[in-house]
């Protein structure tokens, strides 16, 4: 008679069998399940008894997973998935009970002025929450997928992995900060306006790390540019706006109150504002959970009171 795979099986060893799948290194795993590296180890032992397989081989740099054990990672990951989903929908959902760390990124466009106000918010409503804001980096949708970040926060995507959900959150008006005396007096103008000046590009990594927004707008309009300065920090590009007459492409979400030698140009191209979305990504687990829902609205919220 054949071997009864699931009534003989420990359920915590899949855990444990999930993260080394998505980490492919006992260190790593074992940080992220808070145990040691030799129960890591006898995890994976019981398993490869269990599922007579190798499961997962060294090599130079960590573990590569056996063809067998990249299928069952594929097969069983919906199913716990769901379980955790029904398990938490279960719980009444109560933020002031919270006792958790919530690992937030935000773009850099988002973080410059949500900070802030997210921290006081959840502080208000969650205080037994251990807040930490990360920027957005070249690899938070993995970190998301790995349960490393609970939620991220950024400009639409042409495509995300299959395992994340992107939740439109609101929409905000394109606009320009320069110096306050800088050679363009509008209030409002069009993107031909600034034909001959020099953009301080914002890098977002994984978004447009090649190219600005700001370009592809001015590519399409067949309008000359020229990128005179990037960086990921939104302070080194103001600094250089502030001495120099580059204007930097930015939303309606900068903080100009912050910044008494800044102005803002809004723009506007044949009458028409230029909006874009702002989405929030997360797992797929997370569709009906609760506290991921209070983590939208609170976010929704905060971004509409900064959207000016």
């Not at 760390?101 to 106000?117: D, E, H, M, N, R």
């Not at 993107?191 to 590519?219: H, Q, R, T």
Request: net charge negative; aromatic share 10%; proline share 5%.
């Amino acid at each position: 008679m054949a071997k009864d795979l699931f009534t003989t099986l420990d359920l915590n060893l899949l855990r444990t069998f999930l993260i080394l799948s998505q980490e492919l290194n006992m260190r790593k795993t074992s940080e992220r399940l808070f145990v040691s590296q030799p129960a890591i180890s006898q995890a994976l032992q019981k398993l490869r008894n269990h599922f007579n397989d190798e499961l997962f081989i060294k090599v130079r740099h960590g573990l590569k997973p056996t063809p067998f054990s990249e299928e069952l990672a594929e097969n069983i990951q919906p199913y716990l998935d769901g379980l955790s989903s029904i398990l938490n929908l279960s719980q009444d959902f109560e933020p002031h009970r919270l006792e958790k760390t919530l690992t937030i990124a935000l773009a850099p466009q988002v973080l410059s002025c949500l900070s802030g106000a997210l921290f006081h918010q959840i502080r208000e409503e969650a205080p037994n929450v251990n807040l930490q804001l990360v920027n957005w980096s070249e690899s938070t949708f993995d970190d998301l997928i790995k349960g490393k970040i609970d939620i991220a926060v950024n400009y639409e995507f042409d495509s995300v992995q299959k395992e994340l959900i992107s939740h439109k959150l609101i929409e905000i008006k394109g606009c320009v900060i320069v110096r306050q005396d800088h050679p363009i007096t509008k209030v409002l103008a069009t993107p031909y306006d600034f034909e001959g000046y020099e953009i301080a590009s914002l890098i977002i990594p994984g978004w447009n790390s090649n190219k600005s927004l700001a370009a592809d707008v001015l590519d399409k309009l067949n309008i000359d540019y020229k990128i005179g300065f990037r960086s990921e920090l939104p302070m080194a590009l103001i600094d250089v706006v502030q001495h120099t007459d580059m204007y930097f492409p930015s939303t309606s979400l900068f903080p100009i109150y912050q910044y008494s030698s800044l102005r803002r140009i809004d723009l506007a191209l044949d009458d028409a504002v230029l909006n874009y979305p702002i989405y929030s990504f997360f797992h797929q687990r997370h569709r009906k959970n609760a506290l991921h829902s209070w983590i939208n609205q609170l976010i929704s919220d905060l971004l509409l009171e900064a959207n000016i």
